[in-house]
């Protein structure tokens, strides 16, 4: 971990639309990492721990509130009120590097006048093509979709794209000098959590029967992504299986259409929903304290009757682990932390440990309350003072490590 005083040498403004976490989340580390500062534009989506407190990183809610639920005019005011700030941030902007992964709301402005005001700033553009031409690709290609992609390409100073095909599309279709685009594989989605809840634990949850054959469908709901496929082949699975149950989990466009092709529609489970990673209250129940194998223990903080940070650990003989940890201020997790202490202490714990990858936004506060890291794992392990010495904190070489995840 880069110590808070160092100096980066390179500045980039990352724009991401306000979304997209798994892979803002994967390339701001990456960058940090190499030493880049970062002015990160997003938005209530991307508010998250993660973004927070990190050496370098500079976190700017501009979007605000992006909820599906609101009515028009709010809608307008917002996106409009998001525009007008990210204008004025451009103008005082300190990296000469703007980096943009997705446009905004309104890509046709987007993609000419907005990116002229960056280049007559004297910014540097460079540009992610997730997708070459998503018009083409769903089937909904027009004369002024062709010339505003034209115009960001021609505009960009470095556009990226994950795949040598792509990169031949583009120079192909937009005449793009083969110079100015470079291929980055799309990375791994590192923010979904890895845990050991087994295929038949995850059946029973989601309500199917243990050893039922099922089919997950999970992604956003758009035509390329071929649902209707899987669809339309239901009938020819389910004489081949005839117990197979389907389940479709997403979020995306207008679900009456599939739902219309459904020849067995008995057969399907549908969420047609975002699907969030995000600890709801009804996950944390369900996981902690409802676990049908070990006891979870909740500390909790309140600011004015309100919920503002939660520590949940588990007690395993004289071992304590904490499993989730989450608050709205490092103060509250630093007092959360010394009365999991206190509690675990007097149950007769000699060790606590807090299993963060090396990248958590919460490894400081870690290291302030005592925490040892160990960069070959990342399970961090403190033996609490009482465990050599009652009364004397032991000294480094009293310090050991335990592999694994303990969470459940």
Known sequence: MKDSSAVHSIAVTLLTGGSDKPYVLGLITELLARGVAIDLIGSDELDCAEFRNR???????????????????????????????LLAYAASAKPKIFHILWNNKF???????LMLYYKLLGKSVVLTAHNVNAGRRDSKDTVLN??????????????FVHTEKMKSELVAAFAV?????????FGINNTVPNTRLTPS????????????????????????????????????????????????????????RYSRMMVHPERFIVHNEFISEERSAEY??????????????????????????????HLAGEDATIVDLLAEEDKVVKAMLAETIAAVRR??????????????????????????????TPVVVLP????????????????YLTHGDRES
């Open 55 to 85: 050496s370098g990183l500079n976190f700017l809610n501009l979007r605000g509130d992006q909820r599906s639920d609101a009515d028009f005019s709010s809608k307008m005011v917002r996106v409009l009120r998001y525009y007008w700030k």
């Open 107 to 113: 890509e046709s402005f987007d993609r000419t006048l």
């Open 146 to 159: 062709q010339l505003t992609l034209r115009i960001q390409y021609r505009l960009a100073d470095k556009i």
């Open 177 to 185: 000098a083969e110079s100015r685009v470079s291929v980055i594989p």
């Open 201 to 256: 634990e995850a059946k029973v949850r989601l309500g199917f029967r243990d050893g039922e054959r099922t089919i997950l469908f999970f992604g956003r709901i758009t035509p390329y992504k071929g649902l209707e496929y899987l669809i339309r082949a239901e009938p020819l699975i389910s004489a081949r299986v005839p117990d197979v149950r389907i389940m479709i989990a997403g979020q995306g466009e207008e679900f009456s």
């Open 284 to 313: 944390l129940n369900w996981r902690f304290l409802q676990h049908p194998q070990r006891r979870h223990h909740l500390v909790t903080a309140r600011k004015d009757g309100r919920l503002c940070g939660f520590l949940l650990y």
């Open 347 to 376: 149950c007769g714990a000699q060790t606590i440990s807090a299993p963060f990858l090396k990248s958590h936004a919460g490894q400081e506060i870690l290291k302030d309350c005592g925490f040892l890291p160990r960069e070959s």
């Open 384 to 399: 609490l003072p009482w465990a050599a010495n009652p009364g004397n904190h032991p000294s480094a070489d009293r310090w």
